[in-house]
């Protein structure tokens, strides 16, 4: 469902050569996407007062090369059932909220 | 600093006083150049929709790409793409949207949307630097449409704005912004 509006961002831009949605932010809320080179989009909600997403992002997207893609059993396009990457993605999103918390 | 200059020495060839002025007085003015250099914003356009999504109306200040669709097509793709996105904000949130307020940033502009509670909705793109857009559309809904539409009688409230007041004073609002620099980005 978010697909669309996120290419449709990019057609609408007033400067040329736009990237899609970086940072959706409302009252309660703010999501930051990623979008890597081949396509796949890393999104994370969090609070607006949280800082250090970027980040996050880049490190959940490392996280998924070292787990999902390097894992011959893992075929692509399907979802993603890894103990260690859940184990990692966890531990990293906790260090994130402390960090995170602490700059606020 | 020339006053000083000129005090301080008594016999002032123009060379001397040239290479005195760019090591003492130059310096000062690039600095004081420079901060306005970084708070520089721009307000690209806006898009005004009634509750039922038609375009009311639409002003450009500055637009480097054009999106290769006529301004209905446009129009009705932007109140589309508003339109989900609003109800993917609703699921998300765990509140609703009180203020109306709602923003994106891709890497070149940001999107800002405004929605009153008659369902009237206020899109400005603006670039990524831009602060304080909540309280500029907040101010243009009260100060310029409800003044200038709501309040003329020979507008009515379902139709495209065709009044040139509107327009002006429009204009006029989004200049004196903070958020508006007249030098193109």
């Known amino acids: 469902m978010f697909y669309p509006l996120y290419a449709l961002a990019s057609q609408f831009s007033p400067e040329p050569k736009s990237s899609g949605i970086e940072v959706l932010e409302a009252d309660n809320f703010r999501m930051n996407c990623l979008q890597t080179l081949t396509g796949v989009k890393f999104m994370v909600?969090?609070?607006?007062?949280?800082?250090?997403?970027?980040?996050l992002l880049h490190r959940i997207y490392e996280l998924y090369a070292d787990f999902a893609l390097k894992n011959p059993f893992y075929s692509l396009e399907m979802p993603i059932r890894c103990e260690l990457f859940d184990e990692h993605m966890k531990s990293a999103l906790e260090h994130s909220e402390k960090l995170g918390i602490s700059n606020v | 600093m020339t006053g000083l200059i000129r005090?301080?020495?008594v016999a002032l060839d123009e060379e001397i006083f040239k290479s005195l002025y760019v090591a003492l007085i130059r310096p000062h003015l690039e600095y004081a150049n420079q901060p306005r250099r970084h708070c520089e914003m721009t307000i690209y356009n806006l898009y005004l929709f009634d509750r039922d999504g038609q375009l009311?109306?639409?002003?450009?200040?500055?637009?480097k790409k054009q999106s290769g669709m006529t301004k209905d097509e446009e129009a009705k793709l932007m109140y589309?793409?508003?339109?989900?996105?609003k109800?993917?904000?609703?699921?998300?949130?765990?509140?609703?949207?009180?203020?109306?307020?709602?923003s994106y940033a891709t890497n070149k502009y940001c999107l800002n949307l405004y929605e009153t509670p008659s369902k009237l909705k206020f899109v400005l793109n603006t670039d990524t630097h831009a602060q304080g857009i909540k309280e500029l559309l907040h101010q243009l809904y009260t100060q310029v449409y409800v003044e200038y539409v709501v309040f003329n009688p020979l507008c009515s409230l379902n139709k495209p704005i065709?009044?040139?007041?509107?327009?002006?004073?429009?204009?006029e609002?989004?200049?004196?912004?903070?958020?508006?620099?007249?030098?193109?980005a």
């Open chain 2, 87 to 102: 109800s993917f904000v609703t699921k998300v949130s765990p509140v609703d949207l009180r203020e109306g307020y709602m």
């Open chain 2, 56 to 63: 009311l109306y639409y002003a450009e200040w500055t637009r």
């Open chain 2, 80 to 85: 589309g793409m508003i339109f989900s996105m």
């Open chain 2, 173 to 184: 609002v989004v200049k004196q912004s903070p958020a508006y620099a007249s030098r193109p």
């Open chain 2, 162 to 171: 065709e009044s040139e007041l509107f327009a002006t004073k429009l204009d």
């Open chain 1, 45 to 55: 909600i969090s609070d607006p007062k949280q800082s250090g997403i970027d980040g």
């Open chain 2, 7 to 9: 005090r301080t020495f």
